[in-house]
């Protein structure tokens, strides 16, 4: 049996997918694919739950999350045998819930190399959400430390972010060793789920060779929307608000509604036709 697909033996419900969104590099739009992509499918009708496992928090900050008020977050759920359901907090977007990061969160590399079962420490947690979510998203930091790991063992699917750039896959070849080593030890069932283009920049043609190089490396499973370098993009984090509130007619919110889209065909979410998410969902306060 599928340990993060299948029906919780207890609960007997369907356990959400799981899409760890993951690059070692820093600042390849990671976080903001995240946030954005969870956003617009929270706005077609899926139940969604973002795992902010970065210490940086700055997925839990583009929510609206003040993650140095929050009590209960990640950290105690995988150090502190708090359950899931005590750290998620809603936003103020309807279907959208965020496990928020913390400060601790810097220092659990080191604090779960001594804990039993360390690697599959997520994986349980969200074995507690079944019937609660539609999918999780997880914001990976970026390294490949036993936070990786975690969001590997509890991930159905990788989502990778690369950006648009000179030297955009180096480094890819370790990060896919890595996710190559999880399925063969820890999570048969992990595939990668897509591959996304970030930061494109039309009027250089660095920009389109490198669109060409990754398609030619990974074919299909390169989503088709492509993500543009965008200052509305870089600025709607500061707001506490996800791209398709804080600038709806932007061309990066347009991109994002797009690759949504995609992810409702590509993982079969039952997707409605977008609608406005803000106010505050039920549940978790």
Do not use: W
């Amino acid at each position: 049996m599928k340990l993060n697909r299948s029906g919780s033996a207890m609960s007997g419900f369907e356990l959400p997918r799981v899409l760890a969104v993951m690059n070692q590099k820093g600042g390849v739009g990671k976080t903001t694919t995240t946030v954005s992509v969870a956003a617009a499918l929270a706005a077609r009708g899926v139940r969604v739950l973002i795992v902010d496992l970065d210490p940086q928090g700055n997925a839990s900050v583009g929510l609206g999350i003040r993650i140095r008020e929050t009590e209960v977050a990640v950290y105690d759920v995988l150090l502190a045998d708090v359950s899931l359901n005590e750290a998620i907090r809603n936003t103020a977007y309807a279907q959208l819930d965020v496990a928020p990061s913390s400060i601790d969160l810097a220092g659990a590399e080191v604090e779960l190399v001594s804990v039993g079962a360390r690697e599959q420490r997520l994986r349980d947690a969200l074995r507690t959400v079944a019937g609660m979510y539609d999918v999780v998203l997880i914001d990976c930091p970026p390294s490949l430390g036993l936070l990786t790991v975690n969001a590997l063992v509890a991930a159905d699917n990788v989502i990778v972010p690369i950006q648009c750039e000179y030297y955009a896959l180096e480094g890819l070849r370790q990060l896919l060793t890595t996710v190559g080593r999880v399925t063969q030890s820890l999570n048969p069932e992990l595939e990668l789920g897509g591959v996304v283009l970030t930061m494109y920049d039309g009027r250089t043609n660095l920009a389109q060779n490198v669109v060409d190089e990754v398609r030619e490396h990974f074919g299909e499973q390169v989503f088709a929307s492509v993500i543009p370098r965008s200052v509305r993009l870089a600025e709607a984090p500061s707001y506490g608000e996800p791209i398709r509130v804080f600038d709806p007619e932007s061309r990066g919110a347009s991109a994002y509604e797009a690759l949504a889209d995609e992810f409702c065909q590509r993982f079969g979410f039952r997707c409605t036709p977008p609608t406005d998410i803000l106010g505050m969902s039920e549940g978790h306060q």
